[in-house]
């Protein structure tokens, strides 16, 4: 009900708010267009019913049109990492070096808490990189991230992201360095303490199991230190901390032309059938059904990539209109938010953020 009620309150503050509203002081755009003027009012009236910050980047790919609210600041990018793994995982299947029917030992050093199927199969199971890559992208498996970054290598993927970025006209050295999903739980208890950057994967579904305000504590107890020696007071303070340290983070533009080369091409050693294959993963993407695509409505097709991290969300791909023949886009399109702990808030969000992309005409005529 209370969310209800700050949705029903902030549709009436879009409704009021005049297309001239002044300009938010975290909005940039590359060309001012009527559309962009509504969309800085919506998108002003969101983020304050929101109660954290939002960051939003939407480029038209056919007229290189873009609109950034908050986009050139750095946002951690959680899941969205996972789109040049793939990537990587695509350029090496053209290379030859591997197939997609190839299969991978799961070890028990493999595992990372989170969603997805792949946490729930016997070490020792053979899986197919096929099951493997669609995991990792539909529904955002992080076991399957990390044996796909071990098969590939995590310097490939860090190459393949500064690359994929540079082949959209972005600047490569925007997106941060890319680290195994296993990589940022050590990251992120080692603020607390730096012993944590010893524990492995089981190590942490076991933390996972306690409430958040309870990890310090457990994790105190699994490292035999007293709680006086960590670092940081709680959590919070600990992902802040981590999140400074530039690891899996970048400005929504960056990612944004790192998107566009899987439209637009420009690389090689990923051609148009391995690009084509990893928009049709995403286009299946099963994760985020109530951020960006419950507010664009069934008019739009849109193959993205998820991320949901500790008060943190985004959700970013290409969206195209679905009736043949019709005006516009393609569109590159990236958001992410920050602030309070429920997912929920962050996905009404987004999908009002959806909503606003779709009636101020940022997408082509509402």
């Not at 607390?192 to 457990?218: E, K, V, Y």
């Amino acid at each position: 009900m209370r969310l209800l009620k700050r949705w029903l309150a902030g549709v009436a503050l879009m409704l009021a708010l005049p297309v001239s509203a002044a300009v938010h002081a975290a909005q940039e755009v590359d060309k001012q267009t009527p559309w962009q003027g509504d969309l800085n009012a919506r998108m002003a009236a969101i983020e304050e019913f929101f109660g954290g910050e939002l960051g939003v980047y939407v480029q038209d790919l056919a007229t290189g049109e873009a609109y950034s609210w908050r986009a050139d600041q750095p946002w951690y990018l959680a899941s969205l990492v996972k789109v040049p793994i793939a990537a990587q995982v695509l350029a090496e299947r053209q290379a030859g070096t591997l197939t997609l029917e190839q299969r991978l030992t799961l070890t028990q050093s493999d595992f990372v808490d989170g969603a997805g199927p792949i946490i729930w199969h016997d070490p020792g199971a053979r899986i197919s990189i096929r099951y493997l890559l669609e995991q990792m992208i539909m529904v955002s498996d992080n076991t399957a991230s990390d044996m796909l970054i071990n098969r590939v290598g995590l310097d490939a993927v860090n190459a393949r992201a500064q690359a994929m970025v540079a082949a959209g006209g972005g600047q490569p050295e925007h997106i941060g360095p890319i680290t195994r999903l296993v990589g940022v739980r050590q990251g992120v208890y080692g603020q607390l303490h730096p012993d944590a950057r010893t524990l492995g994967g089981m190590d942490f579904i076991a933390l996972r199991q306690n409430q958040i305000s309870q990890r310090p504590a457990a994790l105190a107890r699994a490292l035999g230190i007293s709680p006086e020696m960590l670092n940081q007071p709680d959590y919070d303070h600990a992902f802040d901390a981590y999140e400074a340290t530039g690891e899996n983070v970048g400005t929504l533009r960056a990612y944004g032309d790192l998107l566009a080369s899987l439209e637009q091409g420009g690389l090689e050693d990923l051609n148009a059938t391995q690009r084509e294959t990893l928009l049709e993963i995403m286009r299946r993407t099963r994760s985020g059904e109530q951020r960006l695509k419950a507010g664009m409505g069934d008019a739009f097709s849109f193959a993205h990539k998820t991320g949901t991290q500790h008060r943190r969300t985004c959700d970013a791909g290409i969206a195209e209109r679905v009736a043949a023949g019709s005006d516009g886009g393609p569109w590159v399109i990236v958001t992410c938010s920050r602030g309070p702990i429920a997912v929920s808030e962050h996905e009404h969000a987004l999908t009002r953020v959806g909503e606003a992309l779709r009636y101020s005409g940022a997408l082509g005529a509402p």
